[in-house]
Every structure is written in structure tokens, then in C-alpha cells.
């Protein structure tokens, strides 16, 4: 029974398992995977793999459940059982899926038949199946653990080669690299914009396809720069936003050379000066206005100070 949605589904399920009796199932009684759960009052039986799976961004409170003949009762992918006792660590039990975590709270295991496989919380985060609170209501000190995969120099050849391969079809008119961008890129941000990088410009509170050129990531900068307007680059590594590695193409859709402000051409850039203009010419007559009618006192170490706005001393 599984519980949770695709690894790379953001919302978070909650939901509570309570009253039932899993009579000798395989395992995944349940198995929980971008999942909050609280599993309470459940008669385990003779599971024959595991009881309670916890990964990826999982959190389970396992609370007065009786466990008869269980090797495994309850496992956290990646650490305690489900490391310890693998043939392939890395993978493990749950396909070498990230771990969640834990809460175990007035749980009876009763094991007769088998060796018990089982270890409550250690100084070495890694060596536990569940966290063991004393009170229902105790709280998890956990450690975050991060793990960063090792890529090989083969695998990232291989990307560069298939990304040659497609700005290769792209050249040759098979299909767009819009619809490229959308179809088979790994990207979300781009994907579902046919691959159009945005750049999020807070100061005017916009978002906008265009960059000037001291805006682009360093690696994309160098191999736009020269570029023709609808050329395809070769493959070549970056750093995205959130600080990883990757491997990508560009296209260069536009390019306005450097030339005197206009309003067909700069007309949202115009806009903004003017804006900034005026807000500063209405905070500063806001101001004015106010220190009419505030009342104000001064440290007399300030008084001689000279002030941006007169009228502070009355």
C-alpha cells in the first residue's frame, strides 16, 4: 500500500491509518512517500519484508501498534535497517530513495520466529529505524543529513552528446527548439515556458525574457555573446539557480545592440525611471507635509546636525 505521490510531487498528503489488521503482507503497510502520517492502533502479522516504509520528504508518528512476528517492523529508507542489512547500501529496500522520518511512541513487537531487526535512535544518525519519545507529545531532535550524488565525467559526456544530438535535429528543421525545450527538457522552470529563461527583476517588480548582458550567468553570457540572433549553441555546462551543475543548449532569440533610450525600444525601462521619479517626489512631499504637524524632540548632541528635511526643530 503505498501512500504519497510521484518523487517529484510537491504537496504533502496527510492522512492517518488506525484500526486495522495487516495479516501477513509482504510489506508496505504502508510505505510513505511525500507523505505526513500518523499510524496508530494497527495489528501487525507476519509481514514477511517490512511493516512501516518512511522516504522521501515522509514524516510518521507510529503510536500503540502491535507488531507479532516482524523481522522488520518499521524502516527509514537509506539509514538503520535498511542500510545495515543491504547487499547494495545504496539502493537498499526502497530503491535508493532519500529517507523521511520517524516518531515510535507505546509500540509492543513481539518476535518469537525470527531476529528482530530494529534499533531506536543512536548518536550516529544513521544507525536508527525510529526516533523512541517517552510522551506522546516529545519532541524529534534530528540532523539533516545531505548526500550529494557523485557524477561521472562518462555521464556528463553522454548529456553533452545527446544535447549535441537534438540542437543537430533542431538545425536540421525536425522540430523547433521550443518544442524541444518543452518535450524533453529536465528543467521545469524553462520547460513549460519552450525554454525561455525569465529574469526576475525585484526592483521593478517584474519579470521579464530579457537580460542585458552583465545579468546572465557568466557561462550562458560567454557563449551568447557570439552568438547570431535564432543560432543554437554547442552543449556546455552551468550553474542554475539553485546552484547545480547542468548541462544545457541555448538559443539566442533577440539582441538589441547598445543605442540612446527610445520608447518603442525601451519603453518598459522608460517607464520605470519615470515611476521611480514620481515615488520619490510624493515620499518626499509626504514627508514635508508631515513634520508640519509632528510632534518631535531632539537630543541636543543633534541639534546643529543638518537635517535632509527641514522643520525637525521647531
Known sequence: MGCGGATKEETNLLITFHHNWFDHCDSRCPRLNHTTAHIYNNYYDGNATYGIGCTEVSNAFIECNYFRNLQRPMMIAGQGTDYIYASQPEKGT???????????????????????????????????????????????????????PIVSDEAIEKAQNRLDSIADDIRAGKFTFEDGASLLSDDKDTRSNKGLMSNSQLQYGRITSRFQMQDLPPEVAKVVDTMQVGQISKSFQMINQKGKTVCVIAKLKSRVDGHRANISDDYQVLKEVVLNKRREEVLHQWVVDKIKGVYTRLNDNYRDCKFEYEGWIK
Open 94 to 148: 526502497f530503491s535508493g530513495q532519500p529517507g523521511g522520518m520517524s516518531k515510535a511512541y507505546n509500540n509492543k513487537v513481539e518476535n518469537s520466529t525470527m531476529e528482530l531487526r530494529l534499533f531506536y535512535q543512536t548518536d550516529d544518525a544513521q544507525e536508527f529505524d525510529a526516533w523512541l519519545v517517552e510522551k506522546r507529545g516529545d519532541k524529534v531532535n534530528v540532523r539533516h543529513i545531505l548526500k550529494k
